[in-house]
């Protein structure tokens, strides 16, 4: 039962042009997102989240949108630099308990070229 | 402030041996997270506990897998026997609580079983 989906195994984009990455879930009682960039042999590491009271959050060149009704959130990277290059996993709780599980989805490679 | 710790790096085993990992999260985070990430494919969460209690453990292979924390604290978590598909970089993470932070990882421990 995969909660957490990222249907585009990877996403070549331009130097300074802008990423997209998409996730869509399945559980309406996620209430929570993040978003983690993982580089070749090292752990995960947190880039921005939102809640489900906002549509949108900003953090420089990293944006977050949240689609409720869709049950779909995206990751705007802009402008794209080379060292973007890593894979990005979207991950999904319910914010709302202390004990909620956080399920990521499979991951986008995303590869920015010079 | 000091991330996760995780040992080791990484272990080479054969089949049927058995094997244990060690993390030590950072101080003053109540929940803490056992992931197994196959090549590949997204983080899949094993384990999770608050304190010393467990939250989750629903997708835990018990008959091989066990983990533990003891006083709230570190953790370990142990394989035996170990199969081939057992062969994934297992990923520690811990968080202030569940909710609406996010979690801290670890750089893993890749393991291999030939």
């Known amino acids: 039962d995969q909660q957490v989906k990222q249907n585009s195994p990877s996403l070549s984009v331009q130097e300074g042009r802008i990423s997209i990455l998409n996730c869509d879930y399945t559980?309406?009682?996620?209430?929570?997102f993040l978003w983690y960039k993982k580089y070749p042999a090292e752990g995960p590491t947190f880039l921005i989240s939102i809640s489900s009271i906002k549509d949108k959050n900003e953090d420089g060149r990293f944006t977050v949108f949240l689609n409720k009704s869709a049950k779909h959130l995206s990751l705007h990277i802009v402008p794209s630099q080379p060292g973007d290059s890593a894979v990005y996993f979207c991950a999904a709780t319910r914010g709302s308990s202390n004990t909620g599980k956080l399920i990521f989805g499979q991951g986008t490679t995303l590869q920015v070229k010079p | 402030e000091a991330g996760v710790a995780q040992s080791p790096r990484y272990k080479i085993i054969e089949k049927r041996q058995s094997v244990a990992f060690w993390c030590n999260p950072i101080s003053g985070h109540a929940t803490l997270y056992w992931y197994q990430q196959i090549l590949g494919q997204g983080p899949k969460l094993l384990i999770q506990f608050q304190n010393n209690g467990v939250v989750d453990d629903s997708q835990l292979p018990k008959d091989r897998f066990s983990a533990e924390r003891l006083k709230g604290v570190d953790s370990t978590l142990k394989i035996q026997p170990a199969k081939l598909e057992d062969s994934a970089v297992y990923l520690c993470?811990?968080?202030?609580?569940?909710?609406?932070?996010?979690?801290?990882f670890g750089q893993g421990t890749r393991l291999t079983v030939v």
């Open positions: 993470a811990s968080s202030l609580e569940g909710g609406f932070t996010e979690a801290f």
């Open positions: 559980n309406s009682m996620f209430d929570y």
